[in-house]
T-cell receptor, first 117, second 117 residues
Framework: GNSVTQMEGPVTLSEEAFLTINCTYT??????LFWYVQYPGEGLQLLLK?????DKGSNKGFEATYRKETTSFHLEKGSVQVSDSAVYFC????????????????FGQGTILTVHP | DADVTQTPRNRITKTGKRIMLECSQT?????MYWYRQDPGLGLQLIYY???????NKGEISDGYSVSRQAQAKFSLSLESAIPNQTALYFC????????????????FGEGSRLTVL
């Protein structure tokens, strides 16, 4: 089956610190990988994605590289801001060899990030 | 206005009551989903629908039912609510075309917080 494991949280950092949130996965088929972010009181929104091995997704200063050899998709940001405080979810969806997407996401448990001034 | 709208946003009810959560979307997507979020568990898929005539069970469908009244509407029902169904519920949509560049990207509503006493 498919599963996603994220590092345990919560994570507390000072502004301008370096952020890493680890994510590893197991999947059958051909996974695409995603990071979603949930700000307080809101639904989840896509932060970045990568659809094949060695792809790097990036957005708002965040980056993650799809590493097939280590089945990982770690999220990084060089200098966090207070406004980055949120819950971050790693997720995957699986396609078959023909590229047909099954359309469902499997989520990790989420990592709470708090950034202090 | 939000692209994916959930009602109600908050609901408190008693054990044994029937509850319906409604979701409507203006994104024109064929695929709709209901997820449940519990602290420390991430999101778990309850039901999903790939078009009006297609309904599928997710990981945790027991105790829930759904209705796809139209392409834009997807409701979740708890026939007889119990306290361990207290959670935050999210509706989401996604595009349906295979190999679509956004395949796997979900668009979420703001959530419906349900408390069962």
């Amino acid at each position: 089956g498919n599963s996603v494991t994220q590092m345990e949280g919560p994570v507390t950092l000072s502004e301008e610190a370096f952020l890493t949130i680890n994510c590893t996965y197991t999947a059958t088929g051909y996974p695409s990988l995603f990071w979603y972010v949930q700000y307080p009181g809101e639904g989840l929104q896509l932060l970045l994605k990568a659809t094949k091995a060695d792809d790097k997704g990036s957005n708002k200063g965040f980056e993650a590289t799809y590493r097939k050899e280590t089945t990982s998709f770690h999220l990084e940001k060089g200098s966090v801001q207070v406004s980055d405080s949120a819950v971050y979810f790693c997720a995957l969806s699986v396609s078959n060899a023909g590229g047909t997407s099954y359309g469902k996401l499997t989520f990790g448990q989420g990592t709470i990030l708090t950034v202090h001034p | 206005d939000a692209d994916v709208t959930q009602t109600p946003r908050n609901r408190i009810t008693k054990t044994g009551k029937r509850i319906m959560l409604e979701c409507s979307q203006t994104k024109g997507h064929d695929r709709m989903y209901w997820y449940r979020q519990d602290p420390g568990l991430g999101l778990q898929l309850i039901y999903y629908s790939f078009d009006v005539k297609d309904i599928n069970k997710g990981e945790i469908s027991d105790g829930y039912s759904v209705s796809r009244q139209a392409q834009a509407k997807f409701s979740l029902s708890l026939e007889s609510a119990i306290p361990n169904q207290t959670a935050l519920y999210f509706c989401a949509t996604s595009a349906s075309r295979d190999r679509d560049i956004s395949a796997g990207e979900l668009f979420f509503g703001e959530g419906s917080r349900l408390t069962v006493l």
